[in-house]
């Protein structure tokens, strides 16, 4: 036995006898169809922001805030340590994706199914997962928290935290902390944690093609007048090169990293069909972390079931570009803006409206803070944890940084390759909720030792 596991083996016992309760409690926001994107579930969001906060009051915190900037509600909820104890912000969001093609999904979108050892349900990887293995961990200690501890749970997280800035400025003291726990992102596999050290961020716009003034026969009018549709569908073409790399002048790249990533996984991991080619140039993992990408994420046209021999005047698209480390998604949204007005094809009108923006970031893993999460996962999953980058986006990390330049930010997961998180059949690998919620009180614990407390 570990002189870690010695020194906390009470502590682990207690965390294995909350983890089936915190599992019952993901089953139940999994049934709140939370998605933040869609206005018809604004009350799913106020209802999760809610649960959660009853969470946090029956856990015996003292004070509970569910907050609104501007936007959807966020949990502030502060726990008090020993006198002079360091204080560990643990951050979740509880607003999810839409589920999109019910048939798709094996089981029901919003009721969470047990198959295996995983736990399906949209939200149950991202983030409501993340959400319970914080309740786990808070409950081991009985009360008894060694470190200050501050809940912070989003509910605007899907849709870019558009109003995060607001929240943390005018919170800002309540949110400020030693080290910033945000369960959001990634593992490196099954069994294998990953703290995450590089994030791509994202900025996105609505781009609309105007050809015609009102629609009209094809048949009469076709060869002469081009459609919005296939005027909008060549210009969307010129963001890309024939290799598929990105076609936008002025976007950066940042350094590879020095991990593998073998293609083979990769492929198996992706679910690619047979036959289809990668895009782009470079290593795997420089084309998932550390250039920049973008992708068509809707198109406003005719129906396939609906069309007709016409040729539309109007068709739009909304386009998303992940930003490496290394540019601000401010400037890098300018540059896809001034891309797509200069590309219009036969003299279409093209209207760009800009959309989110969130940072990249760079979040080293050094310090006495890092040196304790390194230990305490290290411990729980018996693996040392991998450094990884991620090409999704994580804004709020990007954020604390800037708010908070003497903190620790981690960035550490429940998520594993096969979590299929944002499509259908999201699904949480239940062995390592267990361990994620088994390191997360034990580098609090840590924390409160480092600390002589």
């Known amino acids: 036995m570990s002189d870690l596991a010695t020194r906390f083996s009470d502590l682990a016992g207690a965390v294995a006898l909350q983890v089936p309760?915190?599992?019952?409690?993901?089953?139940?926001?999994?049934?709140?169809?939370?998605?933040?994107?869609?206005?018809?579930?604004?009350?799913?969001?106020?209802?999760?922001?809610?649960?959660?906060?009853?969470?946090?009051?029956?856990?015996?915190?003292?004070?509970?805030?569910?907050?609104r900037e501007g936007g959807k509600p966020a949990v502030i909820g502060r726990f008090e340590g020993p006198a002079g104890a360091p204080r560990?912000?643990?951050?979740?969001?509880?607003?999810?994706?839409?589920?999109?093609?019910?048939?798709?999904?094996?089981?029901?979108?919003?009721?969470?199914?047990?198959?295996g050892d995983r736990l399906f349900g949209r939200g149950a990887a991202d983030d409501k997962g993340g959400i319970g293995v914080h309740l786990a961990a808070l409950r081991a200690f009985g009360g008894e928290l060694p470190v200050g501890v501050t809940?912070?749970?989003?509910?605007?997280?899907?849709?870019?935290?558009?109003s995060l800035g607001s929240i943390i400025a005018?919170?800002?003291?309540?949110?400020?902390?030693?080290?910033?726990?945000?369960?959001?992102?990634?593992?490196?596999?099954?069994?294998?944690?990953?703290?995450?050290?590089?994030?791509?961020?994202?900025c996105d716009c609505v781009v609309d093609v105007a050809t015609l003034d009102h629609a009209i026969h094809s048949g009469q009018y076709g060869g002469v007048l081009p459609d919005a549709v296939t005027s909008l569908c060549r210009l969307l073409a010129t963001l890309h090169h024939e290799d598929g790399s990105v076609a936008v002048d002025g976007l950066v790249a940042a350094a590879d990293s020095d991990l593998v990533y073998p293609e083979d996984r990769f492929r198996t991991e992706s679910g690619v069909l047979d036959g289809v080619s990668y895009l782009g140039t470079g290593s795997i993992t420089s084309r998932i972390w550390s250039q920049p990408a973008i992708t068509v994420i809707g198109i406003d046209a005719p129906s396939v079931a609906?069309?007709?021999?016409?040729?539309?005047?109007?068709?739009?698209?909304?386009?998303?570009?992940?930003?490496?480390?290394?540019?601000?998604?401010?400037?890098?949204?300018d540059r896809l803006v001034?891309?797509?007005?200069?590309?219009?094809?036969?003299?279409?009108?093209?209207?760009?409206?800009?959309?989110?923006?969130?940072?990249?970031?760079?979040?080293?893993v050094e310090?006495?803070?890092?040196?304790?999460?390194?230990?305490?996962?290290?411990?729980?999953?018996?693996?040392?944890?991998?450094?990884?980058?991620?090409?999704?986006?994580?804004?709020?990390?990007?954020?604390?940084?800037?708010e908070y330049p003497g903190a620790t930010i981690l960035l550490t997961a429940v998520c594993d390759p096969d979590s299929r998180m944002h499509g259908p059949n999201e699904s949480l690998h239940l062995g390592d909720f267990a361990k994620a919620a088994l390191a997360e009180a034990l580098f609090l614990a840590i924390v409160g030792e480092q600390a002589g407390l």
Request: charged share 20%; aromatic share 6%; hydrophobic share 40%.
């Open 21 to 67: 309760r915190a599992i019952d409690d993901v089953v139940r926001l999994v049934a709140i169809p939370s998605v933040s994107s869609q206005p018809e579930h604004d009350g799913d969001v106020e209802a999760t922001a809610q649960a959660v906060a009853d969470h946090l009051v029956e856990l015996g915190c003292p004070d509970v805030q569910i907050v």
């Open 88 to 115: 560990v912000c643990l951050y979740a969001h509880h607003d999810v994706q839409p589920v999109g093609d019910p048939a798709i999904w094996e089981t029901p979108g919003f009721e969470a199914t047990r198959r």
């Open 170 to 202: 005018a919170h800002s003291e309540q949110l400020r902390a030693d080290a910033y726990v945000i369960t959001d992102s990634g593992n490196w596999d099954v069994g294998v944690p990953a703290f995450t050290t590089s994030l791509r961020g994202v």
């Open 306 to 333: 609906d069309a007709s021999n016409t040729l539309f005047p109007k068709a739009r698209a909304k386009v998303s570009l992940r930003v490496p480390p290394g540019q601000r998604a401010s400037e890098a949204l």
């Open 367 to 402: 310090g006495e803070i890092a040196a304790a999460a390194t230990a305490a996962f290290t411990e729980a999953y018996g693996v040392e944890p991998v450094h990884m980058g991620q090409g999704g986006s994580i804004p709020m990390a990007a954020d604390f940084q800037r």
């Open 151 to 162: 809940v912070f749970i989003e509910g605007e997280e899907e849709i870019g935290s558009p």
């Open 338 to 364: 001034d891309h797509l007005e200069s590309h219009a094809p036969w003299g279409a009108k093209v209207t760009v409206t800009r959309g989110s923006v969130g940072d990249p970031g760079v979040l080293p």
